[in-house]
């Protein structure tokens, strides 16, 4: 990565950055005593800015968020998991409203300065009493290093809490910019595919926050593949509070570049973390796509391989069956001319101008028998590349969403 | 289905229209001594349409058959199953060419007058000695009771053969239609995900041939998926040779529909048994949707739903999750307003106006214990309905796909 010198990892999720505090409770939402509720607050109003599911169906969270950030303000994120909160009616919104009214109050900002998330089973209504309790813990413990609480809390079938923070210095002043993210079914492009709140210090317009995190958000979120199907519930919140006192960033000089280029890496290995955690997972997947005629095309071409359920069941079978691979990209709705298609897994090649070499076998498997793999199309069409991130197709993952609702 | 008295079931596949022989023989494409080299044959040139994959990666056979069929006429096919010769650059149109040759020399008729189709491995050379032994001997073994073996002869992972016919009068003469096909993974819509050959003794116009064929593929083949893969081979071809001696069928007269709709119900049931047999399928899904604005609108949603691997595991695990049903069609990219829709599992309803009813749980279960389920959504958006069918993801289609190519 040739930006890899332009910022510094720093630990503490979503409240490394300066004025962020952040709780992670057991509300008893879920069973098995499990942290469930997670509040993240910040101690100046901040620019907010959201990606929201492309589902038609949007869970009564997303709609409520979809209202409160129509203001491009927000101070706190209040999120449960172990319930979704979706196909819910009226009841639902309400539900969703009253979450964001107990926040606020508890917090004395106002509701619609709260963003609300909810992510598990769908259909079924909130136990508000729970709810309550549990937000009123959470604000009581709220504290700046409570980032790694909120991750654990709004895990669901995630194997592991992600976050991720880095640092970086824009115009004489350092800028944190840290997150959390969960997955890990129902993860596919468009958007969001998981939910990721994202805290920085950063001094910027709402306009520049937006076409930063969209831009970052397209090429790490939305990059990820584990079934297919986008959620209800999935979002992705920014808040930028500005204690980082840098002069404040706007439309595309340097500074934007910079912020975002950097809120970039922490989407991609957010982004990352959740494709290396899919449900059922054995293996990670990074195919890259390279000689594109344009990098949506290339986009398209690496979401259509890594989600491919006929690639991924060759990964999870380590079976170098690299026409899957070449199908699974001419079902992307992209026109390139297959001929020309050189295919590598890893280092080794397998298939020039669309057609076998003949490869040692062994190597490839050998490669396949890693923890992660990269599968690599290079197209000859053009100088644009992309990458997106999956993961292979157990019997667990099966056996997962067999099961999951009882 | 209130078309049902309009045609009577009749046995023998391929061959039950007059004048059309058959055979399959083991030409050892394949391991294990199975059938996998198959010619359908007509005694008198044939007026053709075919249907092809949309995958950007064309197999040479499909590339071959293209040509071949642009003059609309045809006389014989020529298959075999165990290797695709797909990704095989140059050597394999040299190959699919020599197939319709030798296919040709054997039968006494041109060349471009035989289909070529080809399924199974990708990336990998057919063996030509073999093939040419074994089309000879499908020429010497073609027979009006051949289309069974044919049917055989065609299948890779499936685990029956699927064959298909109907009698229908039509202005005093007596047409009949008759198909194979074979699944049973890769299969998508858009198109053919499958290859289906359909033969028929109407006197038809090429346009008006074509024209039932599109519209019947597009609600029969087209709405089945097993896994979102659209293989490189897939296509469909009708042969309609004229040895009914009915008036000719043209434009969109009563003559038209009537053979459109016989046609149909041939491909509608050649496409539910490769639902019903797709790979690992322990059960069959027929999805219903009604209420939609438009035919299209719904048969896109019924599709969504039919390919969701949320869904389709769910089923497998006998979860009436029907958020993940909503979710689902939510994903199709279709219009519509949630808070109208009814869901319901076979005959019961578990969703009203897109919320949860509280519904006998055991009756569902018992309703998902069942070998075929259906699944109904009322979007309540207009007065078109569409179906698509589909099957559960179980264990074994991990298995099998873990392991198909070795």
Redesign the interface.
Known sequence: MENATKWDLVPGGVTAPKGFQAAGVVAQVRKKGRRDLAVIYSQVPAVAAALYTQ????AAPVLVTQQHLAGQTAQAIVVNSGI?N????E??LADARQMALWAGEMLGIAPEHVVVASTG????PLPMQKIEAGIRRAVRELSVTGGGAAAEAIMTTDTTPKEYAVKFMCGGREITIGGIAKGS??I?PNLATMLAFITTDAAISPDALYDALRWAGDRSFNAVTV??????NDMVVCLANGLAGNEPITGQGSGFLLFRDALFEVCRELAKMIARDGEGASKFLEVRVKGAACEEDGRTIARAVA????VK??L??E??????I???????G???D??RVDIYLGDLQV?A????LSFDEDRARSILEGREVIITLDLKQGGAEAMAWGCD???D??????????
């Open positions: 589902n038609q169906v949007k979704a979706a196909c819910t009616g009841q639902g089973v769908m259909g079924v079914g129902m596919h079934d297919g199907d986008t959620s209800t989600g491919s359920s006929l069941a060759a999870f079978g079976d170098a069956n690299w026409g899957r070449l199908s699974a990209a001419g079902n992307a992209v026109p390139f297959p001929d298939a101008r669309g057609t076998a197709l157990s019997f993952y099966v056996r997962i969403n067999a099961q999951y609702r009882t």
